[in-house]
């Protein structure tokens, strides 16, 4: 006997079925919410849009704060239209929907028509999608300001089309973030109570700021208690932004406040005690002055920087499915970060000069050497002191020319994730080496070679050089290893280190007993390797980097083709300490404009790419409080010990080390970061 079944009852089975598959496959709405401005919730919100997408996922953010939208500008390094002037966005949108709705013609696929993809690089096919607020011309405050929302709900079906366009959001993407405005208003109980599966309060530590996040977190409870879904799919995350520790004391106790008006919004299934120990956005100074994202400007690794905290929320905004961004390339982060209107105005051209190049002490050291033949060198010189300008320069080629091969691979050419065993560095540097340009011919085998996956790396290495005839007693070997500080903070370092000098001991193998090394680094390894006798550096030959003397910046100058007189040599010296990159980018800027610097109008800080030079500096130290608490007790000729934050300091060339005291490095460093750090 067959069943015979309704087909109101088929409707309903088959929209129970597509409910069930929806839930498990869409997207999650998170709404960034704050009572007052200032708490740092777009910031927020376009950091965690890259740090999600980075991890593969689709992301979708929505600026729906109509009265002061802002997201695009954080946004703007990505998108042709930076300005937005012909861009229509959520407002668009709405007016798009009513105008459909009267002439019954609606659209299917609203969405589609006021989405932008973001023009970035993310790993994995992530992709990160955007709905601005509007179009940003004379027309667009009137368009916001006479919207009826009130209307909008009695006439046309406004709670239909929400839940229309919450379906299309979740089926197309993993995530939808949307950025709410301030306060109460018909705009944010939209945002807070009918589109999010979760609202993130972000608040300061003042009292109204806290009060009013929680009154509206209750509120939100409340709307969410009177509807048919179950609030355990819906959650609260309250957020303490913009933390400052230079109060602790008042931190403390704001703290405790907070905790007394929030405590009862989280999740039974969170650690309470944990979520309020480790989960806070600090106060960090440079993020108050442009719009530019923590991803790009932060080292993941490092703890005490705003990209650090921003992971640290992600487990308990993702439901523990992402932790952490996965981090772009060096060399796209500096890409974008000079796409920010706010730094320096010095061209990358400008940046990237040739250095001009004298001939130094530590030049005829390391030419001593080599002619000994297979020779371990270390050459140690802090940002600026002309490490690769040295092992690259044509005067080193030219007196070797005829003596042997040399190639010069770096470390800051190899993808960071590669970092992370011998096999995969190996491989890297091999590729370096099959690119690079030899001083002698090289014959086909070098470029053909490949390497073999199936076989352990110190076999795929000596493959390598034996095969390609690289090496002979008639034409040794030089290989210059630049850039070395980067492993030296990866856990890799002393395997890698100590696989070079396994190779370099290996002195009755035909392969590689004509092979000689110069590694270089900004940064002395013995801080950072605790036993170096396994490694090179307890064989090599060390070469400490010297400023330039006078004598050497006026062959310099005479090079730029410039006449300066010892009272210019000697202004270059108090200013830039002889610091080489400093010297050869101010001679240049002077054999431009043939000018004198002892002229009283003539300011050296006030040179482009010097002043793209130190904002560079600027940017390595900016989160580092214990680096800045050096640097200023340095400035202010403070005695300190000898540690790992020196040698960092050290390795950016900013402090120099004479009979165990410390001095910052130039006059010019000394006035910059004066005013930078010090009240």
């Not at 005829?402 to 096999?423: A, D, H, Q, R, W």
């Not at 002077?590 to 009283?600: C, F």
């Amino acid at each position: 006997m067959r069943m015979q079944i309704s087909i109101e009852k088929c409707v309903y089975y088959i929209n129970n079925i597509k409910w069930k598959i929806k839930m498990i496959t869409q997207g999650k709405i998170v709404t960034f919410y704050s009572y007052k401005g200032g708490a740092g919730r777009t910031m927020l919100l376009a950091n965690i849009a890259w740090i999600i997408a980075s991890n593969g996922k689709k992301v979708l953010t929505i600026d729906w704060d109509l009265d002061a939208p802002g997201l695009h500008k954080y946004f703007s390094p990505f998108m042709k239209d930076k300005s937005l002037k012909n861009t229509q966005g959520v407002i668009d949108l709405f007016r798009k929907y009513q105008y459909e709705f009267d002439n019954k013609s609606i659209t299917n696929n609203l969405l589609n028509a006021f989405t932008l993809r973001l023009n970035c690089e993310l790993p994995s096919n992530g992709i990160i999608d955007f709905i601005p607020a509007g179009r940003q011309t004379k027309e667009y405050s009137n368009s916001v300001n006479t919207f009826n929302w009130s209307l909008f709900y009695e006439k046309y079906n406004g709670s239909a089309f929400l839940d229309n366009l919450k379906d299309d959001m979740r089926y197309k993407y993993d995530y939808i973030l949307i950025d709410s405005r301030t306060g109460i208003s018909d705009i944010s109980g939209i945002c807070t109570i009918e589109m999010p599966d979760i609202v993130l309060i972000c608040f300061t530590g003042n009292n109204q700021s806290i009060e009013g996040g929680a009154r509206i977190a209750a509120s939100v409870l409340k709307e969410w208690a009177s509807e048919n879904i179950a609030n355990n799919t819906r959650s609260i995350l309250p957020l303490f932004s913009r933390t400052d520790d230079a109060e602790k004391q008042k931190l403390k106790m704001a703290k405790k406040y907070a905790i007394n008006h929030f405590n009862t919004f989280l999740a039974d299934t969170i650690d309470k005690e944990k979520y309020w120990g480790e989960v806070f956005i600090p106060y960090i100074s440079w993020y108050a002055y442009e719009e530019c994202l923590s991803v790009f400007e932060d080292k993941s690794l490092d703890e005490r920087t705003l990209l650090k905290a921003i992971e640290k929320l992600m487990p308990y905004l993702t439901q523990n499915k992402i932790y952490k961004l996965i981090p772009p390339e060096i060399n796209y982060c500096e890409k974008i970060q000079e796409r920010y209107p706010r730094r320096y105005k010095a061209t990358m051209e400008d940046y990237d000069i040739p250095h001009k190049y004298v001939l130094r002490d530590a030049d005829n050291s390391v030419f001593k050497e080599i002619e000994k033949n297979k020779v371990m060198i270390c050459i140690i010189g802090g940002k600026g002191m002309g490490k690769s300008e040295m092992i690259n320069s044509q005067s080193f080629v030219q007196q070797q020319r005829g003596k042997l091969k040399s190639v010069t691979v770096s470390f800051k050419n190899i993808p960071i994730k590669t970092l992370e065993s011998c096999s995969s560095i190996w491989k890297n540097l091999i590729l370096q080496i099959q690119r690079a340009q030899f001083t002698t011919h090289v014959n086909d085998s070098v470029t053909s070679w490949t390497w073999n996956e199936k076989e352990p790396y110190n076999l795929n290495v000596h493959s390598f050089f034996s095969q390609t005839a690289l090496v002979s007693k008639n034409s040794p070997l030089l290989i210059c290893i630049d850039d070395i500080e980067v492993i030296l903070h990866r856990p890799v370092k002393s395997d890698f280190f100590s696989s070079i000098r396994g190779i370099f001991d290996e002195r009755d193998d035909p392969v590689y007993e004509n092979i000689s090394w110069i590694l270089a680094s900004t940064l002395e390894p013995k801080f950072f390797i605790d036993k170096l006798n396994r490694t090179p550096f307890n064989v090599a030959c060390s070469i400490i980097l010297k400023p330039f003397s006078k004598k050497q910046i006026q062959e310099l100058s005479n090079a730029f083709t410039l006449e300066l007189e010892d009272e210019d040599i000697d202004k270059i010296i108090d200013d830039l300490g002889g610091i080489p990159i400093l010297v050869n980018r101010l001679l240049k800027k002077l054999s431009e404009k043939a000018d004198r610097l002892t002229n009283k109008d003539y300011s050296i800080e006030n040179i482009d790419i010097i002043k793209a030079h130190l904002n560079k500096l600027f940017l390595e130290i900016k989160n580092d409080s214990e680096m800045k608490k050096k640097l200023i007790s340095i400035i202010n000729n403070q005695t300190i010990k000898e540690d790992i934050h020196t040698e960092h300091l050290k390795g950016l060339g900013m402090i120099e080390e004479n009979n165990k005291q410390f001095k910052i490095s130039c006059n010019l460093y000394k006035k910059f970061f004066s005013q930078q750090f010090i009240k």
